[in-house]
């Protein structure tokens, strides 16, 4: 028996069944659903969130791992109540995604890993919700000198309290391989981190690489191709095949990197987004486990992914 925090309290793993490894409700700035709400829509975007998680909980998911931080414009209140309604349980997150507030670029890894611990152990706000995992993110040009003041943190913070740590990175320049190389430094086990956004590469021997080192794959961006052109959906689920049939199953996990509400740089308007993935949350269960079975992968390999490796994961 080993219990994770959840938005709703501590559950058991055994409880977390079908589990989107990186997901989130809403994606904005640091500050503004709690400044600006009606930048937002946040009544709206709870609604949305209601509606499809609960659509999504009919179909089978049961869990998703919501890895929003400060500076994505996490909204603790309204991931919670999002949660409670919809009834797919959310583990939140700490840590810091790309926008690394400048207060922290001359801080030490210690100070923020403090911040960190007391959202593990404390709470968020003013709440006692309890982040469940830490986030870290490096992007296109590898880690930047304040990226490895967070990814010091974040190995700080998951080692004195044994949390796992997510990584969001840039895998066509095989960024992952620098984020292990300062978990290793900073005497880390691999077996808690987990690189995610890996299935914007098609490199087989990158993404082995990371698994023979320990650490864990997320092949969570999906249906993928939009902005950056490639890979398509099936060419990422021909790459999963592959780690599967190369006896890598045990080491892989799957989600979208969806959000209801999307207030960051991009090209996406609402529109385009709904025509892009018109299933949203359940474009895997639609779209690529039928893929998955027509290509022979069995139940229990596809119940490994979904279920198996990140009650794993989350019990390391
Ligand atoms: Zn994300």
């Given at each position: ?22 997901e989130h409700v809403i994606v904005s700035s640091?500050?503004i659903p709690?400044?600006y709400?009606e930048f937002i829509k946040r009544d709206e975007s709870i609604n949305k969130g209601?509606a499809r ?19 994505l414009g ?147 961006r999906y249906p993928g191709g939009r902005e950056m052109g490639?890979?398509?959906w ?22 979208h990197d969806w959000s209801v509400t999307l207030n960051i740089a991009s090209n996406d308007t609402e529109t385009s987004r709904n025509k892009y993935n018109p299933d949203d949350y359940?474009f ?33």
């Amino acid at each position: 028996m080993t219990s994770i925090q959840t938005v709703l309290g501590p559950i058991d793993t055994s409880k977390l069944g079908q589990t989107l490894s990186h997901e989130h409700v809403i994606v904005s700035s640091g500050g503004i659903p709690q400044i600006y709400p009606e930048f937002i829509k946040r009544d709206e975007s709870i609604n949305k969130g209601i509606a499809r998680l609960s659509e999504a909980k009919k179909e089978g998911v049961d869990t998703i791992v919501d890895v929003t931080t400060l500076d994505l414009g996490r909204d603790i209140k309204l991931i919670e109540t999002v949660s409670r309604e919809s009834g797919v349980n959310i583990i939140c997150a700490t840590g810091t995604w790309r926008d690394i507030p400048r207060a922290f670029w001359n801080s030490t890894p210690d100070a923020v890993a403090n911040l960190y611990k007391r959202e593990i152990t404390q709470g968020i706000e003013d709440t006692n919700i309890k982040a469940g995992i830490i986030k870290v993110a490096n992007d296109k040009g590898g880690v930047s000198r304040e990226g490895e003041i967070i990814l010091r943190a974040a190995a700080r913070a998951s080692k004195s309290t044994n949390t796992p740590i997510s990584a969001h990175t840039w895998a066509p320049e095989r960024v992952g391989e620098q984020q292990i190389r300062i978990f290793e430094d900073e005497k880390v086990d691999l077996n808690k981190v987990y690189i995610g956004h890996s299935n914007d590469t098609t490199d087989i021997f990158y993404l082995e690489g990371l698994m023979d080192k320990g650490a864990w794959v997320g092949l969570d961006r999906y249906p993928g191709g939009r902005e950056m052109g490639t890979p398509k959906w099936e060419e990422r689920t021909e790459t999963l095949i592959k780690l599967i049939s190369d006896g890598y199953g045990k080491k892989l996990m799957i989600g979208h990197d969806w959000s209801v509400t999307l207030n960051i740089a991009s090209n996406d308007t609402e529109t385009s987004r709904n025509k892009y993935n018109p299933d949203d949350y359940l474009f895997i269960h639609r779209n690529v486990i039928p893929y998955l079975k027509n290509s022979g992968i069995t139940q229990e390999q596809i119940e490994d992914i979904l279920i198996n490796n990140p009650k794993k994961f989350f019990e390391s």
